[in-house]
């Protein structure tokens, strides 16, 4: 069943999917719709979580919002948090060659 959904025809376990259910909201949903109340600052203000749960639908809602600057911050901010950082790279560049003649490396 989708999380977004809550069985509660039967009786033994209706509390417990019931409580789950409240906290997903509590956990997911409010911080959500707090997150992202104010769009002017979202790429700095916006917690991990959300960032993490849809950083392409919120980009996007930034650029229909004409928030072009706060949406490549948004992504950048994704991308710093979401991969590993190598010495000398930057979000949307490669590293920085090894010396000539390093084993393993066959092009740059």
Same mark, same amino acid.
């Given at each position: 069943?989708?999380?977004?959904?809550?069985?509660?025809?039967? $009786?033994?376990?209706?509390?417990?999917? @019931?409580?789950?259910?409240?906290?997903?909201?509590?956990?997911?949903?409010? &911080?959500?719709? !707090?997150?992202?109340?104010? $769009?002017?600052?979202? !790429? !700095?203000? @916006?917690?991990?979580?959300?960032?993490?749960?849809? &950083?392409?639908?919120? !980009?996007?809602? @930034?650029?229909?919002?004409?928030?072009?600057?706060?949406?490549? @911050?948004?992504?950048?901010?994704?991308?710093?948090?979401?991969? +590993?950082?190598?010495?000398?790279?930057?979000?949307?560049?490669? &590293?920085?060659? +090894?010396?000539?003649?390093?084993?393993?490396?066959?092009?740059?």
């Amino acid at each position: 069943m989708d999380r977004a959904q809550v069985d509660l025809t039967d $009786p033994e376990s209706r509390q417990e999917r @019931l409580d789950a259910f409240v906290a997903l909201l509590h956990e997911v949903v409010f &911080p959500w719709f !707090a997150g992202t109340r104010d $769009p002017r600052d979202l !790429a !700095a203000t @916006l917690d991990e979580r959300t960032l993490a749960a849809q &950083p392409v639908s919120l !980009a996007e809602w @930034l650029v229909s919002l004409g928030m072009r600057d706060q949406a490549r @911050l948004l992504i950048e901010r994704y991308w710093c948090w979401s991969r +590993p950082v190598t010495r000398g790279s930057r979000p949307g560049l490669r &590293p920085r060659a +090894p010396a000539t003649g390093s084993f393993g490396v066959t092009s740059w």
